[in-house]
Structures are given as C-alpha cells and as structure tokens.
C-alpha cells in the first residue's frame, strides 16, 4: 500500500476517480433490481465518502433500487457513556438516509438498511445500547458488526485491534444474546482461520441471522506467504 497523503488518516487512502474510471463494462442486466448488501461513509481528514460519492457509483447503469449500510467507526460520539458513543454513527447514517428519502438524490434509497456497530463485550449493558440504535433510526436499524480478525502472526486485517477468540468470549456471548431477542442481525468479519469461531457462533444461538462478511477473509497474503493455493477457493 502506497504511503498516505498529507492529511490523511492513516489506513484510509482517498478514492481515485481516474483509476476506478480506467475499466468500465456494459450492465448486463440493467433491469434486474440489486439491493447493494455493504458499503460504508465516512468524512475523515484528506479523505470523504458520502452520498453524492455512493450515489456516482450507484448510477453506472444498474438498477440500485436501496443500499445497506455497515459499520466503519465514523462520526463516534467523543464523550459520554461508552455503550452510546457508537449511537453517533447510527445518527450520522440516518441523515444521510433522509436526505436520501427526500427524492432529491435519485431513486436509490440509500442506507436503507443499517448495520451498526455495539460492542457485544458490554454484555448485559449491550440490549439497552442495541434499543437506543433502534430508537433513533426510525426503523432503518437492522443489525451490528463486531469486527473479530485475529492471527497468530500480528496481521492487521482492520483498523480495530480485536483480541483473540472474540466470539467465544463469554462476556460477548452475554450481550450477542440481545440480538435474537430484538431481532436484529449479526455481521461477522474475520479470517478464514477462524471459521470454526463463528460456526460455534451460530450453533449456540440458532435463531440469530449472521452475516458472513467478505467470505471469511483469507489471509494467505501476509500471516501464510507461499501458502496462497490453500487459503484459494477451488
């Protein structure tokens, strides 16, 4: 990755329009109507994405009918009691969203869907953090993301520096129950190293929709070199 600009936070590069721009292709089915399942905002020094950007790359020709938001840190709320301070996120987002709903940007309905973000390890703290989401999110809230990625050998998949066994935690486990009851989703991210982590996951509360993120996230570039035919799909 190449050093970041002046003025760019570290981890973030800005989006370049000339390169995205250097190979373009025919819709092929311009008719068929796709809901965008994961895409994030943000507006961090030297470096924005926010909805005239998702609404450029939204209008190439394909039928984007709404979009999901996921969870990416942005617009946290600096103080205050810590199980709310992701709440600035959902409040950020469900701006965006209305103005969206407005019409005024197109058809899309951006950010329909929110995925954000509370911190499972919160525990029994967790279930009245998730209704505050729900609350202010005038139904668009559906679910959050607790980034996991974890490797032996220090590999930073994220700007998150999630510890090792996250989703067996029992403490996270205490708070993860909170989703089924309200029913809300779960977006789980991290390496094809721990699949077996969030299968165990799953099994313990069957009736939570969790989202696999990114395919599992295989990491034979960094922590396994020489290794890639095997973290490769078939």
């Known amino acids: 990755m190449a050093a ?3 003025g760019i936070a570290p981890g973030f590069l800005p989006v370049r329009p000339d390169w995205l721009a250097s190979i373009t292709r ?11 399942p994961h895409h994030h905002l943000w507006d961090r020094p030297g470096n924005s994405y926010l909805l005239p950007d998702l609404i450029g790359d939204t209008s190439s020709g394909h039928n984007i009918v709404a979009t999901v ?3 990416c840190r942005a617009m946290y709320r600096a103080t205050g009691d810590e ?11 469900n701006g965006i969203a209305a103005m969206s709903a407005s019409g005024g940007y197109g058809a899309t309905k951006a950010c329909l869907g929110i995925v954000g973000n509370v911190d499972m390890r919160f525990g029994d703290r967790a279930k009245a953090a998730l209704e505050a989401h729900v609350a202010i999110s005038g139904g668009r809230f559906k679910g959050i993301r607790n980034v996991s990625p974890w490797h032996a050998s220090g590999l930073r998949a ?9 989703l067996r935690d029992a403490e996270f486990r205490r708070g993860f129950k909170a989703l089924g ?12 190293t721990q699949l077996d982590d969030v299968i165990d996951l799953a099994r313990a ?11 599992g996230g295989p990491s034979a ?9 095997e973290a490769s799909p078939r």
């Open 4 to 6: 970041p600009k002046e």
């Open 26 to 36: 025919p819709c092929s089915s311009p008719g068929l109507p796709i809901v965008d």
């Open 69 to 71: 938001f996921v969870e």
């Open 83 to 93: 199980t709310r301070r992701s709440l600035g996120e959902t409040e950020f987002v």
């Open 158 to 166: 994220s700007s998150a520096t999630p510890p090792e066994g996250l």
């Open 181 to 192: 009851e309200l029913g809300l989703s779960f977006d789980s991210w991290l390496l094809h």
């Open 205 to 215: 509360f069957p009736g939570t929709s969790i989202v696999l993120d990114h395919v």
């Open 221 to 229: 570039s960094a922590p396994t070199p020489g290794r890639r035919s």
